[in-house]
């Protein structure tokens, strides 16, 4: 029986969830026959910031870590690991790792071009640019921001009147945009960085 199927043997025998995880987790620490790629979709609160440092020195690991503010930590736990010898494949946030070996996702910096590209061409005359940025320290955000702020200073005819960082959250970007405007009238452009802080602004 290979591996896949004593975990999946494990798991529809268990009474519970929890009893399924430990299992699972029991079988791995037993050095059963050989994983080729452990997936690991824990928390990121609790279960990933253990789990993924402990395993990465062992399998080729895949893990859905998304808590942006804890992500520097996380991959350097990872990449501690992962010295061993086990290639990393990032996929959307990159991490900081000689052992990287793929990378899979956005150009962020390309897309923050792209924004600010599609709002010089939609409006004329002098820009006066409101951003609308989205958890403070996330990678994807950052990269999305330089490439806009470079997109409009090679423009030469516009300016960031002011910048927010919200919340992902709807309901959130909309209080804080609506705030934005109110200080600062003079914007005619607003640019947001992801979709949940696209709609709050744009329901402004």
């Known amino acids: 029986m290979d591996t896949l199927h004593q975990l999946m ?13 430990g299992s699972a ?3 791995l620490e037993e050095g059963g026959p050989p994983v080729d790629v452990l997936l690991l979709c824990g ?11 402990r395993y990465a020195g062992r399998f080729h690991i895949v893990d859905s870590f998304d808590t942006h503010a804890r992500a520097p930590d996380h991959f350097a736990a990872v990449d501690a690991a992962a010295q061993a010898g ?5 996929i959307d946030s990159g991490v900081d790792s000689s052992q990287v070996s793929t990378y899979i996702g956005t150009d962020n910096y390309a897309a923050g071009q792209m924004a600010a ?10 820009l006066s640019v409101g951003l609308v940025n989205y958890d403070e320290g996330t990678a994807n955000g950052q990269e999305r921001e330089r490439g806009v702020l470079d997109a409009l200073t090679r423009c030469g005819r516009a300016s960031v009147a002011a910048e927010i960082t919200t919340l992902v959250d709807a309901g959130q970007a909309r209080e804080d945009t609506a ?3 109110a200080g600062h009238p003079d914007i005619n452009v607003l640019v947001a960085f992801n979709e949940p802080t696209s709609v709050g602004a744009a329901q402004v």
């Open 25 to 27: 987790a029991a079988l």
């Open 43 to 53: 928390g990121s609160a609790g279960d990933l910031p253990r789990q993924s440092p």
């Open 117 to 126: 590209q599609a709002a010089l061409e939609q409006v004329e005359g002098p």
């Open 9 to 21: 043997n494990f798991i529809s025998r268990s009474p519970s969830p929890y009893h399924a995880v």
């Open 179 to 181: 705030a934005l405007l």
């Open 86 to 90: 086990v290639r990393i494949v990032s």
